[in-house]
C-alpha cells in the first residue's frame, strides 16, 4: 500500500488578472543597499524515473545557510538542507542563484502567511510553489519550469486528480483550502510592489495531454514519500 504520498510537488502557475486595489504594500519586499545574503535552490529527484516520463522534483530555498521548504505543517525553516535528507544522497544539487538584498526573515515574513500550515496540496499548492514564490519574492527569479512540469500536466487534468487518488489506495485528497491558490496572483502583486489577499480566483483554461503520459505521470507522483 502505498504511504505518505502528501509530499512536494509541482504546480501550475497560472497568471491571472489582478487589480491594484486588492492589494497593499504591508508584505511588499524591502531592503536597500548591495545585496548581501545568499540566496540558493536545493534539488531532488523522487519517486521511481519512469522512461520518456519527466521526473518529479522536491524544491526548498535556502537563504544564508538557512533553508525555507513548506510542507503541510506550513513554511518550516532548517539548518542546512533538512528537507532533503528522505531522499537518496539529497540534495542531489544545490545551486547559487544569486544574491538578494532581502533577508530569509523578510522573505518568510512577506509569504508565509500565504502558505499556511494545513493548505498543502500535492497537486496545487506544494513545495515547489513556495520555492517559486520565494526566488521571485527574493531575486525577481522563477523557478525552471523543468522542475514543475509534472504537476503542471496532472493539474490540466482534473479527471486525473480521481486517479492520483485511485493509485493512491484513498491516501490523496484534494485539499479544500488550496482550491483558490494562485502562484501568478501572488507574482504579480509582489512585482507591482505590493502584497496580496489571500484568495484570489484560479486561472482558466486547461490544457489535455496524452492520456497515457498522464496516467504515468499521476502512478509516479503516488510513490513519492512524505
Same mark, same amino acid.
Given at each position: 500500500?502505498?504511504?505518505?504520498?502528501? !509530499?512536494?510537488?509541482?504546480?501550475?502557475?497560472?497568471?491571472?488578472?489582478?487589480?491594484?486595489?486588492?492589494?497593499?504594500?504591508?508584505?511588499?519586499?524591502?531592503?536597500?543597499?548591495?545585496?548581501?545574503? #545568499?540566496?540558493?535552490?536545493?534539488?531532488?529527484?523522487?519517486?521511481?524515473?519512469?522512461?520518456?516520463?519527466?521526473?518529479?522534483?522536491? !524544491?526548498?530555498?535556502?537563504?544564508? /545557510?538557512?533553508?525555507?521548504?513548506? !510542507?503541510?505543517?506550513?513554511?518550516?525553516?532548517?539548518? +542546512?538542507? *533538512?528537507?532533503?535528507?528522505?531522499?537518496?544522497? +539529497?540534495?542531489?544539487?544545490?545551486?547559487?542563484?544569486?544574491?538578494?538584498?532581502?533577508?530569509?526573515? &523578510?522573505?518568510?515574513?512577506?509569504?508565509?502567511?500565504?502558505?499556511?500550515?494545513?493548505?498543502?496540496?500535492?497537486?496545487?499548492?506544494?513545495?515547489?510553489?513556495?520555492?517559486?514564490?520565494?526566488?521571485?519574492?527574493?531575486?525577481?527569479?522563477?523557478?525552471?519550469?523543468?522542475?514543475?512540469?509534472?504537476?503542471?500536466?496532472? #493539474?490540466?487534468?482534473?479527471?486525473?486528480?480521481?486517479?492520483?487518488?485511485?493509485?493512491?489506495? +484513498?491516501?490523496?485528497?484534494?485539499?479544500?483550502?488550496?482550491? /483558490?491558490?494562485?502562484?501568478? *496572483?501572488?507574482?504579480?502583486?509582489? &512585482?507591482?510592489?505590493?502584497?496580496?489577499? *489571500? /484568495?484570489?480566483?484560479? +486561472?482558466?483554461?486547461? /490544457?489535455?495531454?496524452?492520456?497515457?503520459?498522464? *496516467?504515468?505521470?499521476?502512478?509516479?507522483?503516488?510513490?513519492?514519500?512524505?
Amino acid at each position: 500500500r502505498v504511504t505518505g504520498v502528501q !509530499t512536494c510537488a509541482l504546480p501550475i502557475c497560472v497568471v491571472a488578472s489582478w487589480h491594484m486595489g486588492n492589494c497593499s504594500n504591508s508584505d511588499a519586499p524591502t531592503g536597500n543597499g548591495a545585496p548581501q545574503h #545568499e540566496v540558493k535552490l536545493a534539488i531532488s529527484p523522487v519517486g521511481v524515473k519512469i522512461p520518456s516520463v519527466p521526473e518529479a522534483y522536491h !524544491t526548498s530555498v535556502i537563504v544564508d /545557510d538557512k533553508e525555507y521548504c513548506f !510542507t503541510r505543517y506550513g513554511v518550516v525553516c532548517n539548518q +542546512g538542507c *533538512k528537507s532533503h535528507a528522505r531522499f537518496q544522497n +539529497g540534495p542531489a544539487k544545490v545551486i547559487h542563484m544569486g544574491m538578494s538584498h532581502i533577508s530569509g526573515e &523578510e522573505m518568510l515574513a512577506g509569504l508565509k502567511r500565504h502558505f499556511a500550515p494545513g493548505t498543502y496540496d500535492l497537486l496545487k499548492k506544494n513545495c515547489n510553489s513556495f520555492v517559486d514564490c520565494a526566488l521571485f519574492y527574493l531575486l525577481r527569479r522563477r523557478l525552471d519550469g523543468k522542475y514543475r512540469i509534472l504537476e503542471q500536466m496532472l #493539474e490540466c487534468i482534473d479527471d486525473y486528480v480521481a486517479f492520483v487518488r485511485i493509485l493512491s489506495m +484513498g491516501e490523496y485528497m484534494p485539499n479544500p483550502k488550496a482550491n /483558490d491558490f494562485n502562484v501568478g *496572483k501572488i507574482l504579480a502583486c509582489i &512585482e507591482a510592489g505590493y502584497s496580496f489577499p *489571500k /484568495d484570489s480566483p484560479r +486561472g482558466a483554461g486547461k /490544457d489535455a495531454s496524452d492520456a497515457v503520459l498522464v *496516467k504515468q505521470v499521476a502512478a509516479q507522483i503516488v510513490t513519492i514519500p512524505l
